[in-house]
């Protein structure tokens, strides 16, 4: 066996000084657990081997043999089984090797299956708080190069430490039964194996750290810039220059830190390489002047040659496992921290079905703050993930503590910032800003109550609790008197069905995108579905109809025509509570006039709380929310709060008086 050069490649790298990595005993088991299932497996992989390391050292003894014995006595039946062996070592080797290679590529794939499937499951059942708070790349890079890491960590790094131990037991032993002194005097240049291996791999592992930095930017640029809303972005400002500019940037700094990597180790594995060759050149001399003095035989020192070959590399290996070790672990712990994440919308052990909903919807004193975390904690995105200011408009992804960190504050629909906290200095007070405050009102079943405001009133976190998407701060959000806290997710979502300003359509044909609502509904449901919605006949003029692909969030689909195929899904769905944002401002009039009269059938019969943008839907509204500020400041008919003369009154004849003058 060589020198091993995939050991100091194959970790995640920190600072020693700063983050170094400690591998406990709960951090074992809890690896045990995935491998668990795999007992049978890695009991036979460890017997693979076993028997590809004793295989190995055969070799060498069938040449001192063949040396000492077979040639000398011109015994021709040994030599030719002798030849038979050198010939059966490969072969048997080989069939083993390929044995354990299968043994190791299912564990490791197994493994990497059950954390991803594990780790995608959490996300699915994460807050949207959570997503907010997490950019979409750092999330890919944990279900993907983590997870990857994890299962280099135990299909390469534990199997290779595992042989090594193995190996260099089995030749150890067998040189101290050949020729003692000589093993000592092998032995001798270890230490300057040691020694250069430490600094060296030091230099390494920082360099590689670096790698993980510039390639983490490097993906998030991709991942930003790359999607359609990213795209049109960068084509709409003409900034493709400068995004080209900020990529070149990164792939250089990428490129030439590789180059630098392949360099140092090369120089690396020169130095072992001397060190190694004086080693047995030391052995080769002092054995020769032992073997014409007829201490041992020529095929003793052969013998000696081949297994001081097999002995440095292990060794070399073995040098640096600890760190070795302990680095393949962050994969490990970089994939717990997200499934240690609580969730902040958890189902109760003991919640229950909603079942025969009537549709009354009441908010009972209802306080949010996106700022605030239920039970306590502090954080709701990925904690380990710092971003790192360093001046201008560079941005890093950091792992530890340095000087300036920034805070980066994202807002949701209804212009309510929600900052996040800075994740280094958790115990830094936020500047909080309570979205809502004492929200108390009552829906009666199949009411129509329409929600009105100026900007950043809090409508639209008031539609993001009915869902549940987040928990009130303080109060209660009940249908039909049941706390949502108290009943089952899937019920609730069974429920409520939302049409959001922004549609999002998955990259699918209409039909798959309009099943998504309920995959079992039949083909009249579905067609009678987009004819109530007004998208039928349009969809059933394109070339493929319904098998027709939206492309990237629908975007092959106008404004119109993707919000009319949200609300064919959602009357599909066939809620009971319906919220929606009428905001039809960007759209063409026919296109408006279409989706109205959707919306007016989609309504009808159903508990319905609009965010609304027009004076028809207050006007037949059964009851007028007014928000400001994040507080109900006014409630009741149109007619009631005109002769109010409050914020609503304005709001009129700001907003929507002009509306009614030009029908």
């Known amino acids: 066996m060589g020198f091993h050069g995939g050991g100091w490649w194959a970790f995640l790298s920190h600072d020693e000084e700063q983050d170094r990595p400690v591998v406990t005993r709960d951090l074992l088991l809890r690896v045990w657990g995935f491998a668990r299932p795999y007992t049978r497996q890695v009991v036979l992989l460890f017997i693979s081997i076993i028997l590809t390391t004793g295989i190995t050292l055969v070799s060498p003894l069938l040449m001192r043999s063949l040396i000492d014995d077979a040639i000398p006595n011109a015994d021709i039946r040994l030599l030719n089984f002798l030849a038979l062996g050198l010939i059966a070592v490969p072969v048997l080797n080989g069939v083993v090797g390929v044995w354990q290679r299968d043994l190791s590529a299912y564990v490791g794939e197994s493994i990497i299956f059950d954390l991803r499937n594990s780790l995608y499951a959490h996300f699915q059942r994460m807050s949207l708080r959570f997503f907010t708070q997490s950019r979409t790349g750092e999330l890919m890079s944990r279900l993907n190069n983590d997870v990857v890491g994890a299962q280099q960590a135990v299909s390469n790094t534990l199997i290779s430490i595992f042989s090594n131990i193995v190996q260099l037991i089995g030749t150890l032993t067998i040189m101290l039964v050949l020729e003692w002194r000589l093993t000592l005097l092998g032995l001798a240049v270890v230490p300057f194996f040691y020694l250069p291996a430490r600094r060296i791999g030091r230099v390494l592992r920082d360099m590689r750290r670096q790698s993980m930095i510039l390639n983490a930017e490097m993906n998030a640029t991709m991942n930003e810039t790359l999607n359609v809303s990213g795209a049109l972005l960068v084509k709409l400002f003409g900034r493709e220059e400068r995004e080209l500019a900020r990529f070149r940037r990164d792939s250089v700094a990428v490129r030439d830190l590789g180059v630098r990597s392949a360099v140092i180790g090369r120089w690396f594995f020169m130095l072992l390489g001397i060190i190694g060759a004086i080693g047995t050149a030391l052995v080769y001399w002092v054995g020769g002047f ?171 976190t008031i539609t993001y609790l009915i869902p549940r998407l987040y928990d009130p701060t303080g109060g209660r959000v009940l249908i039909d008197g049941h706390d949502l806290r108290d009943v089952t997710l899937n019920s609730l979502a069974d429920t409520i069905g939302m049409v959001t300003q922004e549609t999002y359509l998955f990259y699918d044909t209409i039909r798959a995108n309009l099943l998504y609502a309920r995959p079992d509904a039949t083909e009249a449901e579905m067609t009678a579905a987009a004819r109530a919605a007004n998208i039928h006949d349009f969809i059933a003029s394109l070339p493929d109809g319904y098998e027709t692909v939206v492309g990237e969030r629908g975007y092959r689909l106008s404004g119109g025509e993707r919000q009319r195929v949200a609300i064919a899904r959602v009357i599909l769905k066939d809620p009971r509570i319906l919220v929606l944002d009428e905001a039809t401002s960007h759209l063409d009039s026919l296109s408006e006039a279409l989706i109205q009269e959707a919306l007016q059938r989609v309504m009808e019969g159903r508990t319905s709380l609009v965010i609304a943008h027009r004076l028809s839907t207050i006007l037949a509204a059964d009851v007028i929310l007014v928000m400001d500020h994040g507080r109900l400041v006014e409630k009741g008919t149109h007619a009631e709060l005109l002769a109010r003369d409050g914020l609503y009154a304005s709001l009129y004849e700001t907003q929507f008086r002009p509306e009614r003058e030009t029908l």
């Open 290 to 460: 032992l073997t014409i003095e007829g201490v041992f035989t020529v095929g003793t020192i052969v013998a000696f040659g081949a297994y001081l070959s097999q002995l440095y590399g292990p060794l070399m290996a073995l040098t640096n496992s600890p760190v070795e070790f302990a680095q393949s672990m962050v994969s490990f712990e970089r994939v717990f921290e997200v499934l240690d994440i609580p969730l902040e919308i958890a189902e109760k052990p003991d919640a229950m079905p909603l079942r025969n909903v009537r549709g009354s919807l009441t908010f009972d004193h209802v306080t949010f703050d996106y700022a605030e975390l239920p039970s306590g904690r502090n954080r709701a995105g990925l904690s380990e993930v710092v971003r790192y200011s360093w001046g201008g408009d560079e941005t890093m992804l950091r792992r530890g503590r340095k000087p300036r960190q920034v805070a980066v504050g994202v807002k949701d629909s209804d212009d309510q910032a929600e900052p996040v906290a800075d994740e280094a200095e958790a115990d830094t007070p936020v500047d909080r800003r309570i979205a809502l405050t004492d929200i108390d009102f009552h829906i009666e079943p199949g009411q129509l109550v329409a929600l009105v405001g100026p900007s950043g009133a809090g409508k639209t």
